[in-house]
């Protein structure tokens, strides 16, 4: 089964600084990836998603990811932190069997941006 | 275009009752996706159903069961809950059961088990 990692419960930075919060797979064939993010007592909503073409895919509200195939990495970056951008963020990854079709879900990550 | 909605938003029961939670999807999509989150972790898959059917399910017990009707909208079901059932349920949908694309949340259902 595919399966990803998010190695840090926590990323403090300041704002303004770059930010990068970090997500390993395990997939079997090709990787569909993806980043949500969820503010508190909310649902969670989809940032980007990787399934094919150029490693550095761009999403919503300036953030980005870099997918490294020989590092089996899909790490989400932002060029310079905002306050608001604190929040949990998840990687997800599509796991696809023969009858089966789900995005599962890492632990996610706990994003504190420090005015 | 409304968007992902569920119901109730927040509830309270006590162990071995049963609770029924509600989706609607977003305009336009016909699959329908469960997801518990306990407290500090992430989604976990419970099932998902498309075309009235549970196409897939994830590692939860027979206590958990679902349906989805002709308009696409879904229920939860949890029988004879436990303490550890307590968490926030989500709701997603899509657009076919093929998962190429986003899922669209909804905002939860926070279940709490006395």
């Known amino acids: 089964a595919q399966s990803v990692a998010q190695p840090e419960d926590q990323v403090n930075v300041a704002e303004g600084n770059p930010l990068t919060v970090k997500c390993t797979y395990s997939?079997?064939?090709?990787?569909?990836l993806f980043w949500y993010v969820q503010y508190p007592n909310r649902g969670l909503q989809f940032l980007l998603k990787?399934?094919?073409?150029?490693?550095l895919v761009k999403g919503s509200y300036g953030f980005e990811a870099e997918f490294n195939k020989s590092q089996t990495s899909f790490h989400l970056k932002k060029p310079s932190a905002l306050v608001s951008d604190s929040a949990l963020y998840f990687c997800a990854v599509r796991d696809r069997g023969n009858r089966d079709d789900k995005i599962i879900f890492g632990k996610g990550t706990r994003l504190h941006i420090l005015p | 275009d409304a968007g992902v909605t569920q119901s109730p938003t927040h509830l309270i029961k006590t162990r071995g009752q049963q609770v029924t939670l509600r989706c609607s999807p977003k305009s336009g999509h016909d699959t329908v996706s469960w997801y518990q989150q306990a407290l500090g972790q992430g989604p976990q898959f419970i099932f998902q159903y498309y075309e009235e059917e549970e196409r897939q399910r994830g590692n939860f017990p027979d206590r958990f069961s679902g349906h989805q009707f002709p308009n696409y909208s879904s229920e939860l079901n949890v029988n004879a809950l436990l303490l550890g059932d307590s968490a926030l349920y989500l709701c997603?949908?899509?657009?076919?059961?093929?998962?190429?694309?986003?899922?669209?949340f909804g905002e939860g259902s926070r279940l709490t088990v006395l």
């Open positions: 997603a949908s899509s657009s076919g059961w093929l998962l190429t694309g986003e899922l669209f």
């Open positions: 990787y399934i094919t073409g150029d490693n």
């Open positions: 997939v079997s064939g090709n990787p569909y």
